[in-house]
Nanobody, 128 residues
Framework: QVRLVESGGGLVQPGGSLRLSCTAS????????IGWFRQAPGKEREGVSC????????YYINPVKGRFTISRDNDQNTVFLQMDSLNPEDTAVYYC?????????????????????WGQGTQVTVSS
């Protein structure tokens, strides 16, 4: 079966770092664009970042630019989200998802209902 599993979340103080992992089974991550989304309590789900299937295109929303980095390790069938300089506003459950918008080597964290596969999420808590 096609599955995604996130890991790497946890509790970190403001200014700290975490690296989230999204590992696929049942398919090759190199065959799809990948997005990271997050959802904080009481708030709507928010696209954070994505990586295009080809040509290395990436995207970051303004609040995380310069702090988050998305990358692939195709040999491990894994996508990472390196999160540095974390602040309490980053607290959320983080999800990885396949098949975000992807064209001309550029992606955007928007999904089409029925096409994407979601992981179960990993909790990130930034607190002093």
């Amino acid at each position: 079966q096609v599955r995604l599993v996130e890991s790497g979340g946890g509790l970190v103080q403001p200014g700290g770092s975490l690296r989230l992992s999204c590992t696929a089974s049942g398919f090759n991550l190199a065959s799809t664009s990948i997005g990271w989304f997050r959802q904080a309590p009481g708030k709507e789900r928010e696209g954070v970042s994505c990586t295009s299937r080809t040509m290395g295109g990436t995207y970051y929303i303004n609040p995380v630019k310069g702090r988050f980095t998305i990358s692939r390790d195709n040999d491990q069938n894994t996508v990472f989200l390196q999160m540095d300089s974390l602040n309490p506003e980053d607290t959320a459950v983080y999800y990885c998802v396949t098949e975000v918008a992807d064209a001309h080597g550029e992606c955007y964290p928007i999904v089409t209902p029925g096409r994407s596969t979601w992981g179960q999420g990993t909790q990130v808590t930034v607190s002093s």
